[in-house]
């Protein structure tokens, strides 16, 4: 009798546990990214040296959103440079998973960087907009009526008996107290360590510090017009520093646009710095050069240019650049025999998904 009831309580609890239940609506989609790029910068200076990047970019992976706030996403990237032997390079894995809200992402795996993070160009350069599209890390952004920002660690490289660790790390914060006002704080950091393996390296950190604000707003005849202005500061360096260089450093950062007819971007860039450097900031704003052992202390950059971002047709679209550089007034061979050197760049970016899963209400827990 004992055993008949413990049968009948067993075969009770499996139909109330394990009886099948509606899974979540799951959708799966198809995304690709296919991007063309033409990049040319004529410098001749002891800061950056020239250098012409063109070819084209796959993005390509699967998404699938488990519900209204969670995504999972595989695939890969794939760059061709014009001229290279190699098929893909470089050749990496997309794989993340992201939580959303109305206000929220938070992301584990690839990142999402466009326009890099945001940064100002003397903390992260525009070219990393083409040779580091991809990285990979930890990621939480806010995004609310009256402000938000960003905090995220990107890990570069591994800590290996041949090498040291490599990871930056970056804090972006913004608020909205008007608007026509944007106040901003932006910092970056990047680091070269690692506990398991010296790699016969020092351990090096350079962090860079930007706080000031922007005002913009609509202007006759000039369109939509905008003003930031910012001052840096940095400290460190990845590469050694020599004796008697300091390792602190400061600048100012000025930029103007205007938006004549809503068209075209006019803009012009002033930047003062007194031995200013950041690792992963354009060039042109360090006062150590290329080559570690040029060094100038106060700098002078101006930097005028055009920008048009075109929309096409079907999310296609056409971004066109076109700047002229000045560099502490040094002579140029670029544009006659005048200070100035020129860089220009052409994007095509051409998005575009495929559905290829539909909601799966009524099948089991158990997959039956």
Do not use: C
């Given at each position: 009798?004992?055993?008949r009831?413990?049968?009948?309580?067993?075969?009770v609890s499996a139909?109330?546990?394990?009886r099948?239940?509606p899974?979540?609506a799951?959708?799966?989609?198809?995304?690709?990214?296919?991007t063309f790029?033409?990049?040319?910068?004529e410098?001749f200076?002891p800061?950056?040296?020239g250098e012409?990047?063109l070819?084209?970019q796959?993005?390509?992976?699967l998404?699938a959103a488990?519900g209204?706030?969670?995504e999972?996403i595989a695939?890969f990237?794939?760059?061709h440079q014009?001229g290279?032997?190699?098929?893909?390079d470089p050749?990496?894995?997309?794989?993340?998973f992201?939580y959303?809200?109305?206000?929220?992402?938070?992301?584990i795996?690839t990142?999402?960087?466009?326009?890099?993070h945001?940064?100002?160009e003397p903390?992260?350069?525009t070219?990393l907009d083409?040779?580091?599209?991809?990285?990979?890390g930890?990621?939480?952004?806010?995004?609310h009526?009256a402000?938000?920002?960003?905090?995220?660690?990107?890990?570069?490289?591994?800590?290996t008996a041949?090498s040291r660790?490599?990871?930056d790390?970056?804090?972006l914060?913004?608020?909205d107290?008007?608007?026509?006002l944007?106040l901003e704080?932006?910092?970056?950091g990047?680091h070269?360590?690692g506990?398991l393996?010296?790699a016969g390296?020092p351990?090096a950190n350079?962090?860079v510090l930007?706080l000031?604000?922007?005002?913009?707003?609509?202007l006759?005849?000039a369109?939509?017009?905008?003003?930031r202005v910012f001052?840096l500061?940095?400290?460190?360096?990845?590469d050694?520093?020599?004796p008697?260089?300091?390792?602190?450093g400061?600048?100012?950062?000025?930029r103007?646009?205007?938006?004549?007819?809503?068209?075209?971007e006019l803009?012009?860039?002033q930047w003062w710095?007194?031995?200013y450097?950041?690792?992963?900031?354009d060039a042109?704003?360090n006062?150590q050069?290329?080559?570690?052992?040029?060094y100038?202390?106060?700098?002078q950059y101006?930097e005028?240019?055009?920008?048009?971002?075109?929309p096409i047709?079907s999310?296609?679209?056409l971004d066109?650049?076109?700047?002229i550089?000045?560099?502490?007034?040094?002579?140029?061979?670029?544009?006659?025999t005048?200070?100035?050197?020129?860089?220009?760049r052409?994007?095509?970016r051409a998005p575009?998904?495929?559905?290829?899963?539909?909601p799966?209400a009524?099948v089991?827990s158990?997959?039956?």
């Amino acid at each position: 009798m004992q055993y008949r009831r413990m049968l009948a309580l067993a075969a009770v609890s499996a139909v109330v546990l394990g009886r099948a239940r509606p899974a979540t609506a799951q959708e799966l989609t198809w995304r690709n990214g296919v991007t063309f790029y033409a990049d040319n910068t004529e410098f001749f200076n002891p800061y950056r040296t020239g250098e012409t990047l063109l070819g084209g970019q796959v993005l390509s992976y699967l998404s699938a959103a488990l519900g209204p706030r969670t995504e999972v996403i595989a695939g890969f990237f794939g760059n061709h440079q014009s001229g290279g032997t190699g098929f893909f390079d470089p050749f990496k894995p997309i794989l993340g998973f992201r939580y959303r809200t109305d206000q929220s992402l938070g992301v584990i795996g690839t990142l999402v960087t466009e326009d890099r993070h945001g940064y100002l160009e003397p903390l992260e350069g525009t070219l990393l907009d083409i040779v580091r599209p991809v990285e990979y890390g930890v990621q939480w952004r806010e995004q609310h009526t009256a402000g938000g920002g960003e905090i995220f660690l990107n890990w570069q490289r591994l800590n290996t008996a041949r090498s040291r660790e490599i990871f930056d790390y970056g804090l972006l914060l913004h608020a909205d107290p008007a608007r026509w006002l944007r106040l901003e704080l932006q910092g970056h950091g990047l680091h070269h360590g690692g506990q398991l393996y010296t790699a016969g390296e020092p351990v090096a950190n350079n962090e860079v510090l930007a706080l000031g604000a922007q005002v913009s707003g609509k202007l006759p005849l000039a369109g939509a017009s905008s003003l930031r202005v910012f001052q840096l500061m940095s400290h460190g360096d990845i590469d050694s520093l020599l004796p008697g260089r300091p390792d602190h450093g400061y600048g100012t950062y000025i930029r103007a646009a205007v938006t004549p007819w809503n068209w075209l971007e006019l803009f012009a860039i002033q930047w003062w710095g007194h031995d200013y450097l950041s690792n992963e900031g354009d060039a042109n704003y360090n006062s150590q050069g290329s080559d570690p052992s040029f060094y100038r202390s106060y700098r002078q950059y101006q930097e005028i240019g055009l920008l048009r971002r075109t929309p096409i047709e079907s999310g296609l679209t056409l971004d066109t650049e076109f700047r002229i550089h000045r560099v502490d007034n040094r002579p140029s061979i670029a544009i006659g025999t005048s200070p100035w050197e020129y860089s220009y760049r052409v994007v095509v970016r051409a998005p575009f998904s495929l559905h290829v899963g539909s909601p799966s209400a009524g099948v089991d827990s158990a997959g039956q």
